[in-house]
Structure formats: C-alpha cells, structure tokens
C-alpha cells in the first residue's frame, strides 16, 4: 500500500512538473498573482485538455476556463449568473471598497452589493456547450420582440447544458487607488481555487 502510494505521488508529480494536471475528483490549486499579469493552470479533465487562467481587467481579474485551442472562448461567461451586475467570475478592487471608497466594504449604510471573497462558478466542457449556452443566453438577455415560447426555449436549453462548478478563494489582497470617489483596483491576490470535476 505504501509503495503504491509512493508510486502515485511521484507519478503525479512528474505529471504537475510536466506543467499540466490530469485530474481524477476535484482539483485543488493556489498562487498569487499581480495586478496587469495573467495566470495559467493548465489539466487535463476525461481525456481533454483545459486552461483555467486569471485574465487582467481594469481593476483585477476575469475567471476563465477554456480549450487551449479556442482560448478566445470562456467556457465560464455563459453558464456563471448573473448575467447583469457583478459576477463572480469578475474580481474587481471596488467589490471590496464601500461606495465612496473610504474604507471596506462592510454591512451597514454605504456598503456594495458585490461578491466578495468566495467566488463560485460554472464552465461549460467543450466548444458545443459554450455555443448552446451563449445562444440561449443571448435570447434571454436580448428577447427583443421574440415570442414567449422561444424565450422559454431558451431558458430551458441553457439550463439542459452540462456544466462543472468550481470555486476561487481570495485568501490575502493588496488593492490601489483607495482616494475618496475614485475606484478602486487590485494590486495582489493571493487564492485558492478547486474545480469540482467528478
């Protein structure tokens, strides 16, 4: 049993070491990163291969999963509400300042209604679920003039995709330009992310 432990061990690290993860159950990983940078953990989930990157914006972050070969689409922008207003695929600096931005963003009067710390998520698997997912999404974010049935639809149909979760923890974070009515963004991040994969 040891030596099969041992084996396993020095198997996976000669995988992680090979700079890509194959994963078996939820997949557990950390790092800090700097304002401006890009993260990239790449694994691998029933027999493809995935990127999960942290893509700069303005004031912090973008959560993103995607195929490396389609690494324009992110598998978690259709299948991660809301869909309008803060998400919490998006770290930005001012979810953690109030809304004049003279201190944290704490209960009380003056306080954001933004995600904080813990940041859930969902990402599609492949290319056909994030097509199917930004279609109905479209529609229900856009019905225009359709009728109600097609928005219906489309309801149904994005919530028939299949889709993993996962979590990211902001463990410690640095954030700027904390001067009274201006915006705040993130300096550092320091987190801990699990994918939840079966």
């Given at each position: 049993?040891?030596?099969?432990?041992?084996?396993?061990?020095?198997?996976?690290?000669?995988?992680?070491?090979?700079?890509?993860?194959?994963?078996?159950?939820?997949?557990?990983?950390?790092?800090?990163?700097?304002?401006?940078?890009?993260?990239?953990?790449?694994?691998?989930?029933?027999?493809?291969?995935?990127?999960?990157?942290?893509?700069?914006?303005?004031?912090?972050?973008t959560i993103w999963i995607s195929d490396p070969t389609q690494r324009d689409h992110n598998f978690v922008a259709p299948v991660t509400?809301?869909?309008?207003?803060?998400?919490?695929?998006?770290?930005?600096?001012?979810?953690?300042?109030?809304?004049?931005?003279?201190?944290?963003?704490?209960?009380?009067?003056?306080?954001?209604?933004?995600?904080?710390?813990?940041?859930?998520?969902?990402?599609?698997?492949?290319?056909?679920?994030?097509?199917?997912?930004?279609?109905?999404?479209?529609?229900?974010?856009?019905?225009?003039?359709?009728?109600?049935?097609?928005?219906?639809?489309?309801?149904?149909?994005?919530a028939m995709v299949p889709r993993l979760s996962g979590v990211l923890w902001i463990e410690a974070l640095e954030l700027g330009n904390?001067?009274?009515?201006?915006?705040?963004?993130?300096?550092?991040?320091?987190?801990?992310?699990?994918?939840?994969?079966?």
């Amino acid at each position: 049993m040891v030596q099969v432990r041992l084996t396993l061990i020095v198997a996976l690290l000669l995988f992680v070491s090979a700079g890509r993860v194959a994963a078996d159950g939820p997949l557990d990983f950390s790092g800090e990163i700097n304002r401006g940078n890009t993260l990239v953990h790449r694994f691998d989930y029933n027999g493809n291969q995935y990127e999960f990157r942290l893509i700069p914006t303005g004031g912090g972050w973008t959560i993103w999963i995607s195929d490396p070969t389609q690494r324009d689409h992110n598998f978690v922008a259709p299948v991660t509400p809301p869909f309008r207003g803060p998400n919490h695929a998006i770290i930005e600096g001012w979810h953690f300042r109030n809304s004049d931005n003279t201190g944290p963003n704490e209960p009380g009067d003056g306080n954001l209604n933004a995600p904080q710390r813990e940041r859930y998520f969902a990402f599609v698997l492949n290319e056909a679920g994030y097509q199917e997912a930004r279609k109905a999404l479209e529609i229900l974010l856009w019905p225009n003039d359709r009728a109600q049935d097609e928005i219906n639809g489309a309801e149904t149909r994005l919530a028939m995709v299949p889709r993993l979760s996962g979590v990211l923890w902001i463990e410690a974070l640095e954030l700027g330009n904390l001067s009274r009515g201006a915006q705040a963004h993130m300096e550092r991040m320091a987190f801990r992310v699990r994918l939840n994969l079966p």
